[in-house]
Structure formats: C-alpha cells, structure tokens
C-alpha cells in the first residue's frame, strides 16, 4: 500500500513538474533572432567596415585542438586531376553524427574549399561531421562536371562514413553564391539519371536537406543569362543553347519529394538579384516542398562574412538541422 501511494505521490509531482516547464520548453524550441539591421548600398556597408562599426569573421585561423582535421582527401581523379575533400569532427565523437557538406562559392571559376572553415569548425564542436569539397572550375570543364564532382563527393562520404562517423542517411548539402546552386542542384536532381554516376557506385547522392545561401535558382532570366560567369559555365551564349541554361536550373527539376530547404538572401545582393530567392521560395511552397526564407534587408552578397549575419545564419541553420535530422547539436543541448 505505501509503495503504491508513493508512486502516485511521484507520478503527481512529475505531471506538475512538467506542467510548469512546458511553456519553457516550447519558448526555447520556438526561440527566434532579431535581424541584424542592414545597409542603405553596399557604398554604405563599406564606410562602415571602414570605421570599424562593421566585423567580419576570421576565415583563416589554426583548427582547434578539440577539433580532428582529415586535410586534402582524394575522393576522385579525372584524368590526371585529382580532386580533394576535408573532413572535421570533434576529437571527442562517440558515436555517427549527421553530415554537413559545404561548397564554396566563387561564380564556378574560383575558390577555394578551405573558404568555410568557420562552418567547418564551428558545426564540427557542435557535434556534427563537416565536409568541404574541392570541385572542377570552368576554365577546365563545363556544365555538369561542377555537379558530378560534388555528387561523387556525397557518394565517397557515404562509403566511408563508418571511418568518420557519419551517419549516411542524414546528410546536407550547403554552399553559397555558385557553390549554393550546385547545393540546390545536387538536393533536387536525385534520380535523374543524366547526372547520375552511380552505377559505379552501390551508395546514392540523395540528400536530406538543402541549405541555399543567395544561390542562383534560375539561369535563364535576361539578367543570368547575360552574365560571364553564367555563360562560361554553361560553355554556350543563350541564344546559341537555351536549352543548356534551363537544364542547368535548380528550378527545372523541383519535385514535391526534395529535401526541405532553407535559403538566406539579402536584398541589397548586387550579384545573385534577390528575385532569384524570392522565386525559389514560391517554387517549393507551391509543390509542397518544406521551406524556409530568411530575407535580409540591406545585406549584400557574402552577407555571412559579417559576424552578425553569420551568428543569425548558423541560428537558423541550428535549429533547421534539429528539426529535420532530429539531432540536437552539443553546444545548444548544453546551454539548455
């Protein structure tokens, strides 16, 4: 009879104990950011940098002791090119952690995979497995190369997560600018088999989430298709193959099975026109893809340099992550 009476004493302290945290739980899982406020031009974000009202990250820094750098792996040699990829994790990893894959940006004739590395190290102490990877430029290959260089990195690190303790059923793809359409490109096109080299491979490219940083979603717009960096892509002005700049459009290939997305643009990007993210947004909403849109006012192009756009950044992409890979990451689960 006590025994019963104390657990029903216990059980009634537990429900009321959960009771009042409840609304605490929810506020932290329904947590948001203020924007960072922007800039009137690009003229004026740069006076500011000037005076010093305006920090950027550190790009280039030595990679913690808690964290462990795999540098320069081969994951594939085309002729005699081979191209290489870095792997980071924290040196206290127990146990298969999702995997973030970033690509670098650079109008896919420049960059460098070492661009990210304050992603990189930041998501691997956060319990994460990161990946940048080094892909094919235009000055050497065309369209779809760029593409089929980062799907056989997503083949490779599937193959090999066991060696870093990766869990290979929940992979994303990231990158920004150029390297944000070819995340795109590889989270939408899965299955198509003109960019499909898996036969050669038992491992899929599919991912299970896309994140868009003012990536180009549309390359047949009059402004896209009159730009260099565009047409030196694609190998071919417009009107010589249209075709070619539709079937190298992440929109082209859109379905309502695609990873949920989640895209960041500001409104003053002089390079890759807002519209581009605006459009994309509408696309996924109207197929049923799950997406989410954050659009700053008065941030350029590589808005994520500036400390406050990257801290808002990684906020968003933290809780996208956990939702979406149901992993809550070291830091936030210890703040908690």
Same mark, same amino acid.
């Given at each position: 009879?006590m025994?019963?009476?104390? =657990?029903?004493?216990?059980?009634?302290k537990?429900?009321?104990?959960?009771?009042l945290?409840? &609304?605490?739980?929810?506020m932290?899982?329904?947590?948001t950011m +203020?924007? &960072?406020?922007?800039?009137?031009?690009?003229?004026t974000?740069?006076?500011?940098?000037?005076?010093?009202?305006?920090?950027?990250?550190?790009?280039?820094f030595?990679?913690?002791?808690?964290v462990?750098?795999?540098?320069d792996?081969?994951?594939?040699?085309?002729?005699?090119?081979?191209?290489?990829?870095?792997?980071?994790h924290?040196?206290?990893?127990?146990e298969?952690a999702?995997l #973030? #894959?970033f690509?670098?940006?650079?109008?896919?004739?420049?960059?460098?995979?070492?661009d !990210?590395?304050?992603?990189?190290?930041?998501y691997?102490?956060?319990g994460?497995v990161?990946?940048?990877v080094?892909y094919?430029?235009t000055?050497?290959?065309?369209?779809?190369?760029?593409?089929?260089? %980062?799907k056989?990195?997503i =083949?490779w690190?599937?193959?090999?997560?066991?060696s870093?303790?990766?869990n290979?059923?929940?992979?994303?793809?990231?990158?920004?600018? $150029?390297?944000?359409?070819?995340?795109?490109? $590889?989270g939408?096109?899965?299955?198509?088999s003109e960019?499909?080299?898996?036969?050669?491979?038992? !491992?899929?490219?599919?991912?299970?989430a896309? %994140?868009?940083l003012?990536?180009?979603?549309? #390359?047949?717009?009059?402004?896209? =298709?009159e730009?260099?960096? %565009?047409?030196n892509?694609?190998?071919?002005?417009?009107? +010589?193959?249209?075709?070619?700049?539709?079937?190298?459009?992440?929109? /082209?290939y859109?379905?309502?099975?695609?990873p &949920?997305?989640?895209?960041?643009?500001?409104?003053?990007?002089?390079?890759v026109?807002?519209?581009?993210?605006?459009?994309?947004?509408?696309?996924?909403?109207? /197929?049923?893809?799950?997406?989410?849109?954050h659009?700053?006012?008065?941030?350029?192009?590589?808005?994520?340099?500036? %400390?406050?756009?990257?801290? !808002?950044?990684?906020? !968003?992409?933290?809780?996208?992550?956990?939702?979406?890979?149901?992993f809550?990451?070291?830091?936030?689960? +210890?703040?908690?």
């Open positions: 009879m025994i019963n009476n104390f =657990r029903k004493y216990l059980s009634s537990i429900t009321l104990l959960l009771y945290i409840a &609304p605490f739980l929810i932290g899982q329904d947590a +203020e924007k &960072p406020d922007g800039y009137f031009s690009e003229t974000l740069k006076i500011a940098y000037f005076f010093g009202t305006l920090d950027l990250i550190e790009k280039d030595p990679v913690p002791d808690d462990e750098e795999y540098k792996i081969i994951y594939k040699t085309v002729d005699s090119t081979k191209l290489k990829l870095d792997i980071y924290a040196k206290n990893i127990s298969s999702p #973030l #894959l690509i670098h940006g650079g109008g896919w004739k420049k960059g460098d995979k070492h !990210y590395l304050r992603y990189l190290i930041d691997a102490r956060k994460y990161t990946a940048t080094q094919r430029f000055n050497k290959v065309k369209f779809p190369a760029q593409l089929l260089d %980062v056989a990195a =083949r690190l599937k193959k090999n997560a066991d870093y303790h990766i290979n059923k929940k992979v994303a793809v990231i990158g920004g600018s $150029a390297g944000g359409h070819l995340a795109m490109m $590889a939408y096109t899965s299955g198509i960019f499909s080299e898996e036969d050669e491979s038992p !491992y899929s490219s599919k991912v299970q896309v %994140v868009d003012y990536g180009p979603y549309d #390359l047949t717009t009059e402004y896209a =298709r730009q260099s960096s %565009v047409t892509f694609i190998g071919k002005k417009y009107n +010589e193959a249209p075709e070619l700049f539709l079937k190298a459009s992440p929109k /082209t859109i379905t309502e099975d695609d &949920p997305t989640l895209i960041f643009q500001g409104t003053i990007d002089e390079l026109p807002f519209s581009q993210s605006d459009n994309l947004t509408k696309q996924l909403k109207e /197929t049923g893809v799950q997406v989410e849109y659009k700053l006012e008065g941030w350029p192009h590589t808005m994520d340099l500036a %400390v406050e756009v990257n801290e !808002y950044c990684q906020f !968003y992409m933290d809780r996208f992550f956990e939702k979406h890979f149901s809550k990451s070291k830091i936030n689960a +210890e703040n908690e």
